[in-house]
């Protein structure tokens, strides 16, 4: 029979994504939540919506960087993570703020642009998040790596959505802008990792390199 074994970094990725929802129930029933309950409920699960989807995006450079493989089998579950998180997200948006009223959600959808920036970033992630299993891998062949590289748009759109619903000008660093702009820099380091040159750079310094290096350089000439 096969013995089904959870690696300290699958421990921490899932106890990280619960604890989300985990300290938003403690802090409902210990009265912990802002006056405006549904603003901060909005808030908490969009942000760590982000703070996941950044998560995923790391797997490929920490690989890159450290030679350490296991964060890429963990990617997939950062990405449902963050499309879970997204999905209440929205869904206290829908109901919790506007009770489902089509018409009424629409109308303010139109009104402030970062939401429909947010409604863009979320329809493209439903697709990454359903076709992520090894099946549609297979079914999509080239196609599906293909369909997730809309998460070079979508990364951006999410950084783009989440800066412009915080009260402040992040262009003129004024107001409530430091953590979005973390989340955009970070963002911006691991799509840089991963250009071409620049990641077959770093894969060049593997550690058995490194000490071949240091032997030639200490080789009389």
Same mark, same amino acid.
């Given at each position: +029979?096969?013995?089904?074994?959870?690696?300290?970094?699958?421990?921490?990725?899932?106890?990280?994504?619960?604890?989300?929802?985990?300290?938003?129930?403690?802090?409902?029933? +210990?009265?912990?939540?802002?006056?405006?309950?549904?603003?901060? @409920?909005?808030?908490?699960?969009?942000?760590?919506?982000?703070?996941?989807?950044?998560?995923?995006?790391?797997?490929?450079?920490?690989?890159?960087?450290?030679?350490?493989?296991?964060?890429?089998?963990?990617?997939?579950?950062?990405?449902?993570?963050?499309? +879970?998180?997204?999905?209440?997200?929205?869904?206290?948006?829908?109901?919790?703020?506007?009770?489902?009223?089509?018409?009424?959600?629409?109308?303010?959808?139109?009104?402030?642009?970062?939401?429909?920036?947010?409604?863009?970033?979320?329809?493209?992630?439903?697709?990454?998040? =359903?076709?992520?299993?090894?099946?549609?891998?297979?079914?999509?062949?080239?196609?599906?790596?293909?369909?997730?590289?809309?998460?070079?748009?979508?990364?951006?759109?999410?950084?783009?959505?989440?800066?412009?619903?915080?009260?402040?000008?992040?262009?003129?660093?004024?107001?409530?802008?430091?953590?979005? =702009?973390?989340?955009? @820099?970070?963002?911006?380091?691991?799509?840089?990792?991963?250009?071409?040159?620049?990641?077959?750079?770093?894969?060049?310094?593997?550690?058995?390199?490194?000490?071949?290096?240091?032997?030639?350089?200490?080789?009389?000439?």
């Amino acid at each position: +029979m096969k013995k089904f074994r959870y690696t300290p970094l699958q421990i921490a990725v899932h106890l990280y994504a619960w604890s989300g929802l985990a300290r938003l129930v403690f802090d409902f029933f +210990m009265h912990n939540l802002s006056p405006n309950i549904i603003q901060d @409920l909005e808030q908490r699960t969009g942000r760590h919506a982000i703070t996941l989807l950044v998560l995923s995006l790391a797997c490929t450079p920490i690989n890159t960087v450290f030679k350490w493989s296991e964060p890429i089998k963990r990617r997939r579950a950062l990405g449902l993570y963050a499309l +879970m998180y997204a999905t209440i997200h929205v869904i206290i948006f829908a109901d919790l703020d506007y009770g489902f009223a089509l018409s009424l959600i629409v109308q303010t959808v139109f009104q402030k642009p970062y939401i429909i920036v947010g409604t863009i970033s979320f329809l493209l992630l439903i697709p990454l998040g =359903l076709t992520s299993f090894d099946i549609w891998k297979k079914r999509l062949g080239k196609n599906w790596k293909r369909l997730h590289q809309l998460i070079y748009l979508i990364a951006p759109l999410v950084v783009l959505h989440y800066a412009w619903s915080k009260k402040g000008d992040i262009f003129s660093l004024q107001g409530d802008v430091i953590r979005p =702009l973390v989340y955009g @820099l970070i963002v911006l380091i691991f799509f840089i990792l991963r250009i071409p040159v620049v990641r077959r750079a770093f894969a060049s310094f593997s550690p058995t390199n490194l000490i071949l290096f240091f032997k030639k350089s200490q080789q009389p000439q």
